[in-house]
């Protein structure tokens, strides 16, 4: 049950982190650069968890009394990880690639500190996802079990940052090939489906449906 609950955390937040955007190219290009790559991965992973924990406690305290909210939100929440799930096989369809360029002047660590944090904190997706989303779908596994969620969901993003800070020279030839992400993005597509679905038949049993 612990491994269980533990996967479907890792799978959730590994689902809605691994995507293009600024925040993956920033990390993928300070590791080109080999410049403050510990501290970049460290920071954007803590940062993560950080907010994963908050967001399952804040919403398991909040949703505790309130049994209905609870299963509305459960019910949102298959919702957009259906739509999420679709979203991402539409963009399967699409040729793109992740580019992070490796010209330019190197950053001091105070500046590279500063463009994570912006990258991570000033993107209101990363509070929706992690506090919102993740958070409500937290709370509604058993007390004893959340913090093997939040484990989970904070492991994915430790091991995404790791791989594109520590491993960028591997995978930036094979990050910036379309076929690549329409791959990645098809088994997100299909893992969101899954965990919508999972959320749904959780809901019907605590419903006695």
Partial sequence: ??????LQGLALSLGLIVAIGAQNAFVLRQGLRREHV??????CASIDALLIAAGVLGMAQALGERPMVAHALALAGAAFLAAYGWNALRR???????????EGDGLTWAA???QAAAFTLLNPHVYLDTV?????IGAQQPADLRVWFVAGASSASLLWFCALG??????APLFAKPRA????DILIGL?????SGMLVLRLVGTMGL
Avoid: D, I, K, R
Avoid at 1 to 6: A, I, P, R, T
Avoid at 38 to 43: M, P
Avoid at 191 to 195: D, H, I, K, P, V
């Fill in 181 to 184: 992400w329409q791959v990645l």
């Fill in 166 to 171: 520590f491993g960028a020279q591997w995978l």
């Fill in 1 to 6: 049950m612990m491994g269980s609950v533990f």
């Fill in 132 to 136: 919102l989303l993740v958070g409500s």
């Fill in 38 to 43: 510990g501290s970049v991965v460290f920071f």
């Fill in 112 to 114: 590279a500190m500063a």
């Fill in 191 to 195: 893992t969101m489906w899954a965990l």
């Fill in 92 to 102: 399967a369809l699409h040729q793109n690639g992740l580019l992070a360029n490796e």
